[in-house]
C-alpha cells in the first residue's frame, strides 16, 4: 500500500531562517506530487508541483521553492523566512488528475 | 484563472439536523472532489464526481454534481459530532493535473 511521510510535524523558527520541509512517497511509482500551505481556519493554496523528477510548477510568486531529487521525494525549502510564511504546509500526492493523498502536515510558525 | 467557491463558510448546525454545502465554478469542470479535514488534521478524500448531474451517496452524506458540471453540493442528513471539520471542494481544470481548492466550509456541531 501507499504512504506518505512528511516532516518535521512543527518547528518554530525565527524571521530570516531558513527553511527544509520534506516529503517522501512509498509504494508508488512516478507520482504527481505536490505542496499546498493552509493558513489557520483557511483553504488550501497550492504552492507547487511536480510531474517528474527535476521538474517544479511554481504556483504564486513567493521566497519558497520546491525540488525533486528523487522520484518520490518532494522538499520545500527557503533561504530566509518571513512571518507570513507560517502556516499549516501539506504534501500530497496523486496519480494523474485524481484523489490526493496528504501528509500529515508541517506546522511552521515564524517569530 | 478558474476559482472555486463554496459556501457558506461556517455552518452551526444542531445535532440531528440536516445541512448542505454549496460548491460553484465559473468555468465548467472536469471532475469534482470532495474532502474532510477534521481539526488538527490534513485533508481526506471523500468521493469524486464527474459525470454531469451525477448523485453519489455516502451513508448520510449525499454529494451532486450539477447538470452544467459548474457547481456541486453536499448534503449532510441527521448530523453527528463526528461530522464536525471543514469540507473542502476541490475542481480539476480540464486535462491538468492541478486542483484548485474551494474555501472550505467549517461546521460545527452543537449537542
Given amino acids: 500500500s501507499?504512504?506518505?511521510?512528511?516532516?518535521?510535524?512543527?518547528?518554530?523558527?525565527?524571521?530570516g531562517s531558513p527553511l527544509s520541509l520534506e516529503c517522501t512517497v512509498e509504494g508508488t511509482s512516478n507520482p504527481n506530487l505536490y505542496w499546498y500551505r493552509q493558513a489557520a481556519g483557511r483553504g488550501l493554496q497550492l504552492l507547487f508541483y511536480s510531474v517528474g523528477i527535476g521538474q517544479i510548477s511554481s504556483e504564486v510568486p513567493q521566497n519558497l521553492s520546491a525540488s525533486r531529487p528523487q522520484d518520490r521525494q518532494f522538499i520545500l525549502s527557503s533561504k530566509k523566512l518571513l512571518l507570513s510564511d507560517s502556516g499549516f504546509y501539506l504534501c500530497a500526492w496523486s496519480r494523474g488528475?485524481?484523489?490526493?493523498?496528504?501528509g500529515e502536515g508541517s506546522r511552521l510558525t515564524v517569530l | 484563472g478558474q476559482q472555486v467557491m463554496q459556501i457558506p463558510q461556517y455552518q452551526h448546525v444542531q445535532e440531528g439536523e440536516d445541512f448542505t454545502t454549496y460548491c460553484n465554478s465559473s468555468t465548467t469542470l472536469s471532475n469534482i472532489q470532495w474532502y474532510k479535514q477534521r481539526p488538527g488534521g490534513h485533508p481526506v478524500f471523500l468521493i469524486q464526481l464527474v459525470k454531469s448531474g451525477e448523485v453519489k451517496k455516502q451513508k448520510r452524506l449525499t454529494f451532486q454534481f450539477g447538470e452544467a458540471k459548474k457547481n456541486s453540493s453536499l448534503h449532510i442528513t441527521a448530523t453527528q459530532t463526528t461530522d464536525v471539520g471543514t469540507y473542502f471542494c476541490a475542481a480539476l481544470k480540464?486535462?491538468?493535473n492541478k486542483l484548485t481548492f474551494g474555501g472550505g466550509t467549517r461546521v460545527l456541531v452543537k449537542p
Wanted: net charge negative; aromatic share 14%; hydrophobic share 50%.
Fill in chain 1, 97 to 102: 488528475g485524481g484523489e490526493l493523498f496528504f
Fill in chain 1, 2 to 15: 501507499q504512504t506518505i511521510h512528511q516532516w518535521p510535524a512543527t518547528l518554530v523558527q525565527p524571521v
Fill in chain 2, 94 to 96: 480540464a486535462a491538468g
